[in-house]
């Protein structure tokens, strides 16, 4: 089963390029999906039958007891042939329906398989999530495929209508499944139903279902949604609002009817219902002058019906739904395609407007009366069987609910002939009468009725037949026949459904018969038959009083205005609670974790025993010098010279605070960051105090780099009342996070997980440093999720500054002669050391800017730093150093000779864009630990490669280095965007002001390398 | 071996405190530069309130190489503990960065690099107020036709009948 869903899949993801290289003839491919479906339910035939349904099981979330599970049941092969041979008509009539240069239509086609497939994995989920993930899917196609026409204000909102309705029921029957799991213990769909809870809970999560069920049928009082969904492509009306998709909730109610049709809830939910949209929708019916609304209402109304049927309960009336279900699928889709034929043959569906159409498309008159003749339950098609079986139940039955069920059915049933009457006059009359309205039919050229117009030509008549018109006339033809076809070996269906109808509890099993002898049951059938065929008869005056008839205000108004209310709460709610200012937000969460979190943990360390004190870890017993605080228990230190930085990061973070004046802000705050390095350090983690150094550096760099373009100060604000309350929220953070952190330590209850990281290092990480090990391969998927972060940040920036493009070229000397290479560049450099300089683009810079020391220190300290750098890459497996480490110290030495050289210098140094490095950098990390998988492994898993070398002796190579050098890689890429951005961008954009303030022009110095 | 001691030093709790206090002060004013060091103070105050939840100094976390860390000597700091500050230590300076590169362009186009107060949630709150609807939606008139009948407009863009069209071989070649 899984290989059909899959293939649905694929054919649904490539829809686009078929149709893009084949035309419409790719709709023949893509009836390969449901065509697929179709012959693999038909295959499984005898084992569906023999009680051994055919199953498949993958684990999901194994932790969760999900599971993607797939059963075909007898119930669940009759819905996959249904949605697979009417989904195979379906695209094959699309091929010939559409027009050739159509728009849209490979998106189209790829929806329509998709929803095919969602509905073949709807119908055989055997797993109550998996049920639920199809459920929405289906309600998304819909939704895209009822919005095909996106340029169309009534479409988008058709189809917004159809999916804010069908999610609505979704969501709550969500909850009534999760509610049904959680009570059975198990998730699966079988195992619930052989074995149904019970219970206040499960009534009301069976109500949820129920509602769900409702919306997606378009059970009153969600009904308003389908007609409208009629603004869809007809093929997609025919396919999804007849055939397959409003099925959905009458497939749920059919599944779950054996467990739960004893409860009283669910009898009146659905009896209620059910009545009450079987005669709605037939009653508006009758009123439709556009034969897809005839036919959408219709519809309706016999959803109405088969939910009556199907959740009723007993065996007969189930047997009677489940052959009335495929005889409407038959039927219902036969009828769409004919609408289609007939609009693409005259150009409308009014049908005050057509005449003659039957002369012309004589085959397809002949579908339509068959399917018609099926619909109104005329002997011997389909519909008749499925009805006469359930009159004949209900009658059998004797009880008053089951006389009251068959006037209701009756009733319905007469209003089916009515319309079914209506739709078939109306579309195939011979001639017009009076025309009941003539100015409100514009004279267009679309009009064909009358004989020797170019309608003539076009459809199936004897003699023109063109080879896509086939298959415009052929999919309703096969459907109608088939309707007629089944009905004639009533045993045959009875064979095929009764295992299904036999699950039912209660009743007597009953039977599909075309002849029954005179009963009760005849003498309703031809009553109702009268009765219809007199309401079609005098279906002018019945139109009148219809209109005449205060109606109350359709559900559908109701809903707008629902919807209307609900934009006006969300925007007093906006309105009330967005108040458009980041410090309230900010305030406003942190007083939340200082009142909320804060309070509870305060009023926990009350509670506390005096003296009694948190539970101090075992190691710390008998440790000199713990204090015990009330229920905490402390040391002053670690190690002496910890108080003495503690108190430079104290009072630095405090100056910090007060400074006014932006440079020394800056400075203080890397004050604190170089103390909080030496906590670092005498915490005893090297790595860190290393990474704190090298990114507090930077940071500086950075930072004077961008407050040179910023004015010195901060700006006065008479906000003096306000610093009170900063101050105030200030501090009581500051208190509970002291708090936290204090409990925290103390209240541990488990070994930490990093007890066993040293074996592991040295074992599958073959490394000594371990928190280098760590970061590159014990918990390397958060590093890769980390340098994913870098890369975002480092485009952000650039995009922010450059805003043209991602970042500009790379500056480099003398770029109008640009056949020079880097070789001889650099020769070029040399020279120019000769020369008196020591920076290659050092003759670039203003002569008062430059600075002969730390030009030369700049020289003697690149190609050292770039060396420590490569050494902390590769010895950081086994001590302090690493990827990080190392990146920042090489991104160091370029941020040295951006500073003594200027933006040429930079790009001389690193004559690379910056993307380049970080994609190749993330690539190296992501994709080299994916190797891993293809070599059998988990992904990002090192393998310690042992390699002898000769003269180096043996080399143990841990395949992780090439994630380090990625990390490296990507660390440096951001540094060269930052430099470039801060450094080099606003170096340029400062430029224009700088001349015109009358600075020394520096273009005779520029060597042509300014390409503004 | 780890360490299980994890009674915390008073100096570093200090330390958290006053750090995350300054941070959070500078965090809520306008300035974006003076947002960003309160950021950058609350980080490191992060760093260590994770640092002692991971335990009491140590030595540092190497295996081996005999240069007197290790068992014997100190039991180790936990390692688990570092990975996760030296990640954050990286990830602050990307965002310092990004930030920055915010303050800058908003001093480019305002002059300033203070953070103004949303217009469109004031715009939001003062037609709320008028109960006017905040923004035209022509998707959800409340009046006018019903869907269903706007449907009955809809036309598909059907084969024409014109038999050039659907002549297979040639008809299609342009498409």
């Known amino acids: 089963m899984l290989p059909v869903l899959l293939a ?38 005898a084992a569906v039958l023999d009680g051994r349904p055919p199953a498949e099981h993958l684990p999901w979330i194994p932790a969760l007891g999900f599971a993607i599970d797939l059963r075909l049941d007898p119930l669940s092969w009759v819905m996959l042939l249904v949605v697979g041979a009417v989904g195979t008509l379906v695209l094959l009539y699309c091929s010939a329906y559409f027009a050739h240069d159509a728009r849209g239509l490979g998106r189209f086609g790829g929806y329509l398989v998709a929803f095919a497939g969602v509905m073949a994995g709807l119908v055989i989920a055997d797993d109550l ?33 159809a999916l804010l309705v069908t999610t609505a029921g979704g969501l709550a029957m969500l909850v009534g499944v999760v509610v049904l799991g ?10 619930v139903i052989a074995d149904p809870p019970s219970g206040t809970a499960v009534t009301v999560a069976v109500v949820c279902l129920l509602a769900g069920a409702a919306t997606k049928s378009a059970l009153v009082p969600t009904h308003f949604w389908l007609p409208a969904a009629m603004a869809a492509p007809t093929p997609v009306s025919a396919y999804l609002h007849a055939a397959a998709m409003v099925k959905a909730g009458i497939y749920l109610i059919a599944r779950f009817a054996p467990a739960f049709s004893d409860l009283a809830a669910w009898r009146t939910v659905v009896l209620v219902l059910g009545s ?104 011997p098609f389909a519909g008749y069987v499925a009805k006469e079986a359930a009159l004949a139940a209900w009658s059998h039955d004797g009880d008053l609910l089951g006389k009251i069920m068959i006037g209701v059915v009756a009733v319905g049933s007469a209003l089916t002939v009515a319309y079914g009457l209506r739709f078939l006059w109306g579309a195939f009359k011979p001639r017009l009468r009076s025309l009941p309205d003539p100015e409100g039919l514009p004279g267009d050229g679309a009009r064909k009725e009358s004989p020797g117009e170019p309608a003539a030509t076009l459809d199936a008549s004897p003699a023109t037949v063109h080879p896509q018109r086939f298959w415009m006339v052929a999919p309703p033809l096969v459907l109608a026949v088939l309707g007629l076809a089944v009905a004639l070996v009533p045993q045959a269906g009875e064979k095929l459904l009764a295992p299904y109808a036999n699950t039912y509890p209660n009743g007597e099993p009953g039977h599909l018969t075309l002849w029954e002898g005179f009963t009760p049951v005849l003498a309703v059938t031809a009553g109702i038959l009268l009765l219809g065929a007199l309401a079609f008869w005098q279906r002018d005056r019945l139109e009148r009083v219809q209109a005449a008839l205060w109606f109350p205000d359709g559900a559908d108004v109701v809903y707008r205005r629902l919807m209307r209310k609900l934009d006006r709460l969300a925007a007093d709610v906006t309105a009330g609670t967005q108040r458009g200012s980041l410090p309230f937000y900010l305030g406003m969460i942190l007083v939340v974790l200082a009142v909320g979190p804060g309070f509870a943990l305060a009023a926990g360390l009350v509670g506390q025993p005096a003296g009694g004190g948190l539970p101090v870890a075992v190691d710390a017993v008998g440790r000199d010098g713990v204090l015990h605080l009330g229920p905490f228990a402390l040391v002053p230190w670690d190690r002496p010279a910890q108080l003495v930085i503690v108190l430079v990061v104290v009072v630095a973070a405090v100056l910090t605070a007060r400074a006014r004046r932006r440079l020394k802000a800056v400075f203080l705050a890397g004050v604190a960051g170089y103390g909080n390095a030496a906590l670092f350090l005498l915490h005893g983690a090297p790595d860190l105090a290393l990474t704190q150094v090298l990114c507090e550096t930077l940071t500086l760099v950075v930072m004077v780099l961008v407050l040179r373009r910023l004015p010195p100060y901060f700006s006065d604000r008479p906000l003096a009342a306000s610093r009170w309350v900063r101050l105030a929220i200030g501090v009581l953070t500051g208190l509970v996070v002291m708090l936290f952190v204090a409990a925290a330590p103390l209240v541990r209850v488990h070994l930490p997980v990093s007890v066993d990281f040293a074996e592991e290092a040295e074992a599958f990480g073959g490394g000594h440093n ?19 972060v870098l890369l975002v940040a480092a485009t952000g920036v650039a995009s922010l500054v450059f805003l043209r493009q991602r970042s500009g070229d790379v500056l480099r000397l003398d770029p109008a002669d640009g056949d020079r290479s880097p070789e001889q560049a650099a ?34 300290l690149f190609y050292p730093m770039i060396l420590f750098a490569l050494f902390l890459l590769f010895s950081g497996h086994n001590a302090p150093g690493g990827g990080f480490a190392a990146g920042l110290v090489a991104g160091l030495a370029l941020a040295v000779r951006y500073l003594a ?29 994916l190797v891993a998988l293809l070599a059998g492994q988990a992904a990002l898993e090192s393998t310690i490669l042992h390699l002898y070398v000769p003269v180096l002796g043996e080399i143990h190579l841990v395949t992780s280095l090439f994630f380090d050098i990625g990390v490296f890689l990507v660390v440096i890429g951001l540094v060269i965007d930052i430099l470039r951005t801060f450094g080099a961008e606003l170096d340029r954009q400062a430029e224009p002001f700088a001349q015109a303030l009358g600075s020394h022009g520096r273009a005779g110095s520029h060597a042509g390398g300014e390409r503004a | 071996m780890i360490v299980l001691d994890t009674v915390p030093s008073g100096s570093l709790l200090l330390a958290v405190g006053v750090l995350f206090a300054a941070g959070v002060y500078l965090l809520l004013e306008r300035s974006l530069t003076r947002v960003l060091l309160g950021f950058v103070l609350l980080g490191n105050g992060a760093n260590l309130a994770i640092l002692v939840a991971g335990g009491r100094a140590g030595a540092p976390p190497i295996t081996g190489s005999g240069s007197g860390s290790g068992s014997e000597a100190e039991p180790m700091s936990d390692p688990l503990a570092q990975a996760m500050i030296l990640t954050s230590i990286v990830i602050t300076l990307a965002l310092v960065a990004f930030v920055l590169a915010m303050a800058y362009r908003s001093w480019q186009l305002h002059g300033h690099d203070e953070v103004q107060d949303d217009l469109e949630d004031t715009r939001i709150a003062r037609l709320a107020v008028a109960d006017v609807p905040s923004y035209a939606d022509s998707d959800s008139l409340e009046s006018g036709p019903t869907l269903a009948e706007e449907a009955v407009t809809a036309r598909d863009e059907v084969a024409l009948p014109d038999p050039a069209v659907d002549l297979p071989p040639r008809g299609r070649a342009g498409s």
Do not use: C
């Open chain 1, 276 to 379: 009450a949209t079987l005669l709605l929708g037939g009653y508006r019916a009758l009123r439709q002058h556009d034969l897809k609304l005839v036919l959408a209402f219709g519809t309706v109304s016999q959803l109405g019906l088969l939910t009556l049927l199907l959740g009723y309960g007993t065996r007969a009336t189930a047997l009677a739904g489940l052959a009335l279900l495929g005889a409407h699928a038959m039927f219902k889709a036969s009828l769409f395609l004919v609408v289609g034929v007939i609009d693409a043959a005259t150009g409308t569906r009014d049908l005050r407007r057509l005449a003659g159409v039957g002369r012309r498309l004589p085959v397809t008159a002949l579908a339509a009366t068959l399917a018609t003749a099926s619909m109104i339950g005329l002997p």
């Open chain 1, 901 to 929: 050289g200027g933006r040429y210098e930079l790009g001389e140094a690193a004559p690379v864009h910056p993307g380049l490095v970080l994609g190749t950098g993330l690539f190296l990390s992501a994709g080299v630990g």
């Open chain 1, 8 to 45: 649905h899949g694929v054919l649904a993801l490539a829809a686009p390029a078929l149709v893009n290289s084949l035309g419409r003839r790719a709709f023949w491919v893509l009836a390969i999906g449901p065509a697929g479906a179709t012959v693999y339910a038909l295959s499984q035939t």
């Open chain 1, 770 to 788: 371990i928190v280098n090990v760590t970061l590159v391969d014990i918990r390397a998927w958060d590093t890769v999720g980390e340098i994913s």
């Open chain 1, 827 to 860: 020769t070029a450099g040399s020279r120019q050391v000769r020369q008196g300089t020591w920076l290659v683009a050092g003759p670039t810079l203003d002569p008062d800017q430059r600075s002969v020391l730390f030009e030369v220190l700049t020289r003697v």
């Open chain 1, 182 to 191: 959680v009570t059975a213990g198990t998730w699966s769909l079988s195992e």
């Open chain 1, 129 to 161: 999530i998996l049920l639920v993930v199809f459920w929405e899917l289906t309600s998304v196609f819909s939704y895209l495929l009822i919005g095909h026409y996106s340029h169309r204000t009534s479409s988008r909102r058709a189809a917004m209508q």
